[in-house]
């Protein structure tokens, strides 16, 4: 079966530079998430989308956006990286905002470090 | 603030026991979802159970939901080796978006 497909799976940057993560969702879900994981931490919600829309935002950065583009896809921008920025990014996907349950099937992760 | 925590941090255990993680956390719920991370991995779907179930099984899995005390508990039957990973609870509070708890790191030893 299909899963979430993340790219890169790995990105070494330098400080101040972008980033461009992307994510694929499962086919027919059009919910997306993402998540930021830091060394040893448990994942923390950064924000989603639903039909293209932002549906909810957390503890993201003013350096980073996200937008869902009409085919589902959604991209993760950085901007002026820091050291703090290195983490392992996840991508969700779920066939509909999950509020009533439904379950996100995570992709395997961008692990980003920032030299 | 932390939506959920997880006790113990880390278990040590011998195959063949069994394993039992709790994770509470604090504000209603629609769901909590149980997720399994190899080192540095991606995050593996285990379990979700509805604020209205008290319990699920799956497989070698169980997993109890105590919405009164706002806590649930995972527990592994019969654990293996291949077991040792890091276990989140995450929690769906009414919105669209998954709190997870800071994770027990579950170390089975042959």
């Known amino acids: 079966a299909a899963g979430v497909i993340q790219s890169p799976r790995h990105l070494i940057k330098e400080k101040r530079e972008t980033a461009t993560l992307k994510c694929y969702p499962i086919?027919?879900?059009?919910?997306v998430y993402w998540y930021q994981q830091g060394p040893g931490q448990d994942p923390q919600f950064l924000i989603s989308?639903?039909?293209?829309?932002?549906?909810d935002k957390g503890s993201i950065p003013d350096r980073f956006s996200a937008q869902q583009f009409s085919d589902y896809h959604s991209e993760l921008n950085m901007s002026s990286l820091e050291l703090g920025d290195s983490a392992l990014y996840f991508c969700a996907s779920s066939p509909q905002a999950t509020s009533g349950g439904d379950e996100q099937f995570f992709g395997p992760g961008t692990r980003l470090t920032v030299l | 603030s932390q939506q959920g925590e997880e006790d113990p941090q880390a278990l040590s255990i011998q195959e063949g026991e069994n394993a039992t993680m709790n994770c509470s956390y604090k504000t209603s719920i629609n769901n909590l979802q149980w997720y399994r991370q190899n080192s540095g991995r991606g995050l593996v779907h285990l379990i979700l159970i509805r604020s209205n179930e008290r319990e699920k099984h799956s497989g070698r899995l169980r997993v109890t939901l105590d919405t009164s005390k706002k806590s649930s508990s995972l527990l592994i039957t019969a654990s293996r080796a291949a077991d040792t990973a890091s276990y989140f609870c995450?929690?769906?509070?009414?919105?669209?978006?998954?709190?997870f708890g800071t994770g027990t790191r579950l170390q089975v030893f042959p």
């Open positions: 995450a929690t769906d509070p009414n919105t669209d978006k998954l709190i």
């Open positions: 989308f639903y039909e293209k829309m932002q549906s």
């Open positions: 086919p027919r879900h059009d919910t």
